[in-house]
């Protein structure tokens, strides 16, 4: 099978470079006219799919608003990946995984093995308990050809405080963007990719010469805009995805307008 970054390369090239968040909470729900239950959720969230699915490369469900309904909630989330496969998109789970030991394989089993219903392309992970403590993940992406995106500079303004501390030998955030590279380096799919929020003026970090994909979340609702991204990213422009969940699915449910949102934002 082709690696994860090979048909993200592959999908991109045909369907542009754009990353749908699916994020049905409940506001989505009232305004696309939709009760605010199991039924609803699914209504909505496949409904995405079905619209645009033919059209985007890769869509991100955020699994938090599936869980919210319990277990009724994540199989709607499994349907939902499985709709994206049908569909011939990539499916990237924000699950913002991230523990030690025993517990992150098992992570690694559910989001990352194929025989598991809650495994997409890629799921992101957090790496906030160390950066090695999430090797049964990058195991597990490498060997099944899936990736995994690293939380690295993220979107919202509280993370700064974290990220941009002093770590041992520069920033937390430098030290996550440099281990991720140092390991893409070591190992042939190139299956770490990093969350890098479009929300900044700056990035206060070196991304320029990273060798995986970049998840860009805060376009759209946040501030964030594709515009603006070249400049921000400089060299590492060509490894970004830019992703917009509220941004598009505020056009919802009307399938025609869903699909005029989503190429504003750079889909064919
Ligand atoms: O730094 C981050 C990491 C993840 N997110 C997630 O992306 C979407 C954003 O949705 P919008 O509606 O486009 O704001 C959401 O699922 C967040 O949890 C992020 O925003 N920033």
């Known amino acids: 099978m082709p690696t994860y970054r090979q048909r993200l390369k592959e999908i991109t090239a045909q369907r542009g470079n754009l990353c749908v968040g699916i994020d049905p909470h409940p506001g989505v729900l009232q305004a696309w006219g939709l009760p605010v239950s199991v039924a609803g959720l699914e209504q909505c969230a496949r409904g995405v799919v079905a619209a645009l699915g033919g059209s985007v490369a890769v869509f991100k469900p955020q699994s938090a608003f599936f869980e919210a309904y319990g277990s009724a909630g994540v199989a709607v989330l499994e349907r939902v990946l499985a709709d994206i496969r049908t569909a011939g998109a990539l499916s990237i789970v924000d699950a913002k995984r991230g523990d030690i030991g025993s517990t992150m394989r098992a992570y690694a089993q559910a989001y990352l093995t194929d025989d598991s219903p809650l495994a997409g392309d890629a799921v992101t992970l957090s790496p906030y308990l160390g950066f090695a403590s999430l090797m049964p993940a990058f195991e597990a992406a490498i060997a099944s050809d899936r990736g995994v995106y690293v939380l690295a500079r993220t979107s919202n303004p509280e993370g700064a405080g974290v990220q941009l501390a002093l770590g041992q030998e520069g920033s937390v955030v430098q030290e996550i963007i440099d281990a991720a590279k140092a390991l893409n380096t070591s190992a042939r ?80």
Not at 204 to 225: R, Y
């Open 189 to 268: 799919t190139r299956a770490i990719g990093l969350v890098v929020g479009g929300t900044h003026d700056s990035l206060g970090c070196d991304v320029g010469d990273f060798n995986g994909s970049i998840l860009v979340p805060g376009i759209g609702a946040q501030g964030g805009a594709v515009a603006d991204l070249p400049d921000l990213f400089g060299p590492a422009y060509a490894n970004v995805l830019p992703m917009v969940g509220r941004g598009i699915l505020g056009a919802g449910p009307d399938t025609s307008a869903l699909v005029a949102r989503a190429r504003a934002f750079g889909a064919q």
